[in-house]
């Protein structure tokens, strides 16, 4: 099996996004890339995906109304006690062609049941 196990995605900050000030609220970036980080990992488990058992979340930057970001996700370690996916959440910026980092999370998913990597063993 092929697993994708690092992803772009891009995103728009909006005003429902955001504050009164335009800031991008932590809470709403935290949800999306909660959701972004099962992402790699989905051809992994026969079924549904368990919720992460640990997470470090840390805002470096702000963002502002009509940023476009970029969530980059990607598997960085699997062993047997489960799975740890980083994500970088990135700017680019305007003078240089070099990105600034918003935010940094990882993630640990569990292993729990059998996975898809484990059914093709017992084939």
Do not use: W
Not at 61 to 72: E, G, P, R
Request: charged share 20%; with cysteine; glycine share 4%.
């Amino acid at each position: 099996m092929n697993t994708l196990t690092h992803i772009n995605i891009p995103y728009t900050v909006t005003k429902n996004a955001s504050n009164a000030n335009g800031f991008l609220l932590p809470n709403i970036l935290y949800d999306k890339i909660k959701k972004v980080a099962s992402t790699p990992i989905k051809g992994f488990y026969l079924q549904d995906i368990p919720e992460f058992t640990d997470y470090k979340f840390r805002m470096h930057k702000n963002a502002f109304v009509n940023d476009k970001l970029t969530i980059q996700a990607q598997l960085v370690r699997q062993d047997t006690n489960g799975y740890l996916v980083n994500i970088i959440v990135t700017k680019a910026k305007k003078a240089s062609n070099r990105h600034e980092t918003i935010c940094s999370a990882l993630f640990g998913f569990p292993l729990k049941g059998k996975t898809y990597q484990d059914s093709k063993r017992a084939c």
